[in-house]
């Protein structure tokens, strides 16, 4: 495993974003159907650009950058991505949030990608919980954050003003203790 890598499954490689991810980022993100329950419009190259610098400097979940970015990759290629980032309101809480190329979608990378992330998140002792938050008509999002077990909390409806409309918000969660054991553990 490189430096870079922090998580790795049989199929996908977890990493921290380089320099040269760029054009898979932006073929990713410029897509309006991935784009739509994002926060930003579809990415140029030039907001591309903008993103990935900050992606670039999400290297740890300790302080003070508190924010980590990571690449999907399978073979050799960027396929989506997945953050961790501490919230404001308490700091043993992560949120999570990923995106997966479309073109990748339905044979299980997103699943496997988030995870192994979750387990990434709570192989640190200092985490107590993970949160999720999605617009609600992004229905592929929720069966995913389901799947991996985590445990819808909240529907807020009309609570995000976003992309010209009030849209709503589904909370998802999962605590320590009841994440998936990794390979080699037992169950409670």
């Known amino acids: 495993m490189d430096t870079d890598t922090l998580a790795s499954t049989p199929r996908l490689t977890l990493r921290l974003h380089r320099e ?3 054009g898979r980022l932006v073929s990713i993100y410029s897509r309006p159907d991935v784009a739509r329950y994002l926060l930003e419009e579809p990415w140029t190259v030039e907001s591309g650009r903008a993103q990935l610098a900050r992606r670039l400097g999400r290297t740890e979940l300790a302080e003070p950058v508190a924010a ?9 290629s960027v396929i989506g991505t997945v953050s961790l980032w501490r919230t404001e309101q308490e700091r ?3 949120e999570i949030g990923w995106t997966l190329d479309p073109e990748h979608g ?3 990378y997103a699943s496997e990608a988030v995870a192994a992330a979750l387990q990434l998140a709570f192989a640190r002792d ?7 938050q999605m617009d609600a008509r992004n229905t ?3 069966r995913l954050a389901a799947r991996v077990g985590m445990r819808q909390e909240a529907h807020h409806r009309q609570d995000f003003w976003s992309k010209g409309e009030w849209t709503d918000t589904l ?3 999962m605590l320590a203790d009841e994440r998936l054991p990794q390979q080699g553990e037992t169950g409670k």
């Open 126 to 132: 200092d985490v107590h919980r993970v949160t999720a």
């Open 140 to 142: 592929s999002s929720a």
């Open 92 to 94: 043993r809480t992560l």
């Open 20 to 22: 040269d991810d760029l």
């Open 106 to 108: 339905g044979r299980g």
């Open 68 to 76: 980590l970015a990571l690449a999907v990759e399978r073979e050799g």
């Open 171 to 173: 909370v998802f969660a």
